[in-house]
């Protein structure tokens, strides 16, 4: 279902899956010529995040084949269109999930252009031109500079490359929670995964207490110790969660297998805020008396606007924030989906798409 236009010129390799198997194999296609308002970039690194999984096996029923997944991209501008200004040739640049908006709604113009109702993604998207939009899985990428972020001279390229989804994700909620106003709030991180891990790392820069919410006694440890949680909840045991009814003024929810809202509710204090970030194919279980009791609040949040993805890179250049990651190579990414299917890493896969050596 491949779809171009006529100025679509460039060939570019890649990696792509063809049907709902989800196997990824070596794909040659298309890429627009760059354009006034674009710039081209050399893509150095892509992390593999759980919606590429979803993508190319069609879980959600929306994939059209062949799919490049790819959204935590980072890599070095080799082009700048002429309408182009803040990018320069040779600069270290992100691009995350956003490929193109309106432009013109209330949420664009208030720079939550990821809430425009025309939102079109960086893979399986359609563009303005009406072609499908490929992704980071790739050699290189054209797009358009308002949906391009500077990445900080300190971060390294490998482990920023998550931060596109994954660090945005955690990090627009815990701004729409105004917790970088005040300190000492007392944060519940729900799953200790990719989105988990750097949620604890944020939620500490902005100076909290923070709880992790897990049912894996395992992952304890690591929690406290190396990701610097200050307690740690085992979610199945009733004593535990029971002992810390209503002690988080905030929880943020990572996980994407069903469960049930209601034991994590209690453990907010009354006027607290539960945010749903994780995207479990089922619905949730929520039951309404503990919001009733509670006056608690549920919400959800999908990544952020480009604005606050530049200042979650900054800020992330300022505290030394950078996701957890084990690199692979191309012609892994099949291994490294199959792991990510069953939680096998610490805690997110990134593909050194910059290695010449590898092929798929």
């Not at 729409?176 to 729900?190: A, C, F, M, N, Q």
């Not at 996701?323 to 892994?332: F, G, L, R, Y």
Request: hydrophobic share 35%; charged share 20%.
């Amino acid at each position: 279902m491949a779809k171009t236009t006529p100025n679509h010129k460039l060939t570019v390799s890649g990696w792509a899956a063809h049907d709902n198997s989800g196997v990824i194999t070596p794909y040659t296609f298309k890429r627009r010529v760059n354009g006034p308002d674009d710039v081209s970039i050399k893509i150095l690194y892509c992390g593999i995040c759980h919606t590429d999984l979803h993508h190319v096996k069609n879980d959600w029923g929306i994939t059209m084949y062949p799919v490049v997944p790819g959204h935590e991209i980072t890599g070095v501008i080799t082009e700048v269109g002429s309408n182009v200004k803040g990018f320069k040739i040779g600069d270290r640049v992100g691009v995350g999930c956003l490929a193109a908006t309106c432009l013109e709604c209330e949420f664009c113009k208030n720079s939550e252009e990821n809430y425009c109702d025309k939102v079109q993604f960086s893979y399986n998207g359609i563009f303005w031109d009406g072609s499908i939009t490929y992704g980071g899985y790739s050699e290189m990428l054209v797009a358009d500079h308002r949906y391009v972020a500077h990445v900080p001279e300190n971060l390294p390229m490998d482990s920023t490359a998550p931060l596109l989804c994954a660090g945005i994700t955690v990090y627009s909620p815990m701004i729409d929670g105004k917790l970088h106003e005040s300190t000492g709030k007392r944060i519940g991180i729900v799953g200790l995964g990719g989105l988990g891990h750097v949620a604890i790392k944020f939620a500490k820069a902005f100076g909290h207490h923070v709880t992790v919410i897990s049912t894996s006694p395992s992952k304890e440890n690591e929690a406290r110790q190396r990701l610097g949680a200050d307690d740690f909840i085992i979610s199945t045991d009733p004593k535990q969660m029971q002992s810390k009814r209503r002690t988080l003024d905030f929880i943020l929810d990572t996980v994407a297998a069903p469960h049930s809202l209601g034991p994590i509710l209690e453990l907010l204090k009354v006027n607290g805020t539960l945010v749903l970030v994780g995207a479990p194919d089922k619905p949730l279980e929520l039951p309404a008396f503990p919001m009733i009791f509670g006056k608690r609040v549920v919400k959800g949040s999908m990544i952020g606007g480009m604005k606050e993805t530049q200042e979650m890179l900054n800020f992330c250049g300022e505290h030394n924030i950078t996701c957890d990651i084990e690199t692979v190579t191309p012609d892994n990414i099949n291994e490294a989906l199959n792991r990510l299917e069953k939680n096998d890493v610490k805690y997110r896969f990134v593909i050194n798409v910059g290695d010449k050596k590898a092929s798929l």
